[in-house]
């Protein structure tokens, strides 16, 4: 089963018409300063409305307390990790339960996605902009994702990611994964389910095809 993530969902009826889409996870965001975060309360009304779908739910966090993280997974079933989280913290949990968010900078950055990928966490790499923890709609250097798949074929890509170059992304890099958010909004929390459908085909298109399926 490939991985094919829609990020930054912000209502129940959204993240239902999402639902029907069939994407493999649906995020959500608990962080103040994105303008998509939501409350603990939204995303347990989330989980409510999406949980006899095959979808997880993936939460995305920046620098959180454990306590917090602790708190989100007993809602839903993945934690994002998206801000500065050092590998001794990241530890503290489940690596089944954790995905690792690594914004690529410079070859400085591969250093980073290293570190957590030998120790089996699954590591989605981002674009680096200045005080923005993603949602950004910027894609990362293309050389530096060829240095990633070198280094590890369990990523994530994300940055940018839309219904017209996802096939191809996949196809050139082939990821574990791809995520979505930014590209595919009408305005920032609220998707345009014609450009998430677009999306979606042409991952899953493209996946099957490097499985030869």
């Known amino acids: 089963m490939s991985f094919i993530k829609v990020c930054g969902i912000t209502t129940e009826k959204q993240a239902k018409e999402i639902a029907n889409l069939k994407p493999t996870h649906i995020g959500v965001i608990h962080f103040e300063k994105s303008p998509r975060h939501i409350q603990i309360d939204k995303i347990k009304q989330i989980k409510e409305e999406i949980k006899d779908y095959p979808i997880k739910l993936v939460a995305v966090v920046v620098n959180p307390s454990k306590d917090l993280v602790d708190n989100l997974l007993q809602i839903v079933d993945i934690v994002q990790l998206h801000g500065d989280e050092a590998l001794d913290f990241v530890k503290k949990f489940d690596k089944n339960r954790i ?26 790499i981002d674009a680096f902009k200045k005080g923005e923890y ?54 920032a929390g609220i998707k345009d389910l014609n450009k998430v459908k677009g999306y979606l085909q042409e991952a899953q298109k493209a996946f099957q095809e490097l499985r030869g399926v």
């Not at 709609?137 to 940055?159: A, E, H, M, P, Y």
Request: aromatic share 8%; proline share 1%; glycine share 8%.
């Open 99 to 124: 995905i690792k968010a690594v914004r690529v900078k410079d070859e400085n950055s591969l250093k980073e996605i290293e570190k957590f990928s030998k120790e089996g966490y699954l590591v989605l």
């Open 134 to 187: 993603g949602g950004t709609g910027k894609q990362i250097d293309k050389s530096l994702v060829r240095k990633i798949s070198q280094i590890t074929d369990k990523f994530i890509l994300s940055g940018g990611l839309s219904e017209e170059n996802v096939y191809n992304l996949i196809k050139e890099f082939k990821p574990f994964g791809v995520d979505a958010s930014s590209k595919l909004e009408i305005k």
